[in-house]
């Protein structure tokens, strides 16, 4: 069993739709990081919490120790938010990696 | 802002041969991560360094090896390459071990 499970794996939108992606992580992680991918390979650091909530722009992420929970929100989706989004755990001082879940936002 | 460099950018190399990737961590960085990422897997953690000595490893083949240098910078290297090698190898910094990482653009390696 993976460390850090995503759902879904796969999205599809419209533009201006919210978007939520969620992750779900095991005992020995102590924080998230969230992460996108656009299809040239570069990774971009979105979010790194462990308690609570973050807010960059139209993109929010929120966190639930007691659960083991975190969900990434994207409000007003557009096509240029197309890409993969990965949510990453800490265990020590090395990241797990989730599946990763492909947006796909339409005109 | 300075921003995690690695090079080559891309890297064709053949079975057996050498390569060694670079990677230079954000300025005060003292912490470089290595990632491996397959064609269509998730990135896996391979090593990691924190003050030029060896923090963690995960997954690296015995014919890799890295280290970090004075100046906090780290190279990859890669012995006896093997057709399965061919990936995205991405380098991270932090600021700790505990620090938000921060990923440079990849090293995209092709064996043929």
């Known amino acids: 069993k993976n460390e850090v499970e995503q759902s879904p794996q796969n999205l599809t939108a419209q533009e201006g739709e919210f978007i939520t992606i969620n992750c779900s992580y095991s005992v020995g992680i102590s924080a998230l990081h969230w992460l996108q991918q656009h299809p040239g390979g570069g990774i971009v650091s979105l979010f790194m919490?462990?308690?609570g909530k973050k807010k960059h722009g139209r993109l929010i992420a929120t966190i639930n120790i007691q659960e083991k929970h975190s969900s990434l929100h994207i409000t007003a989706s557009h096509p240029r938010d197309s890409a993969v989004y990965i949510c990453?755990?800490?265990?020590?001082?090395?990241?797990?990696f989730g599946t990763g879940t492909r947006l796909q936002v339409f005109p | 802002a300075a921003g995690v460099i690695q090079s080559p950018r891309h890297l064709i190399k053949e079975k057996r041969e050498t390569a060694t990737l670079k990677c230079y961590p954000i300025p005060r960085h003292d912490t470089v991560y290595w990632y491996q990422q397959g064609p269509g897997q998730d990135p896996q953690f391979l090593i990691s360094f924190y003050e030029k000595m060896q923090s963690d490893k995960g997954s690296i083949p015995d014919r890799f090896s890295a280290q970090q240098f004075s100046d906090y910078h780290s190279e990859l290297n890669m012995s006896s390459l093997e057709l399965g090698d061919s990936a995205l190898y991405f380098c991270?910094?932090?600021?700790?071990?505990?620090?938000?990482?921060?990923f440079g653009p990849g090293t995209r390696l092709t064996v043929t």
């Open positions: 991270a910094s932090s600021l700790g071990v505990s620090g938000e990482q921060y």
């Open positions: 919490l462990s308690s």
């Open positions: 990453a755990g800490y265990n020590t001082d090395k990241l797990i």
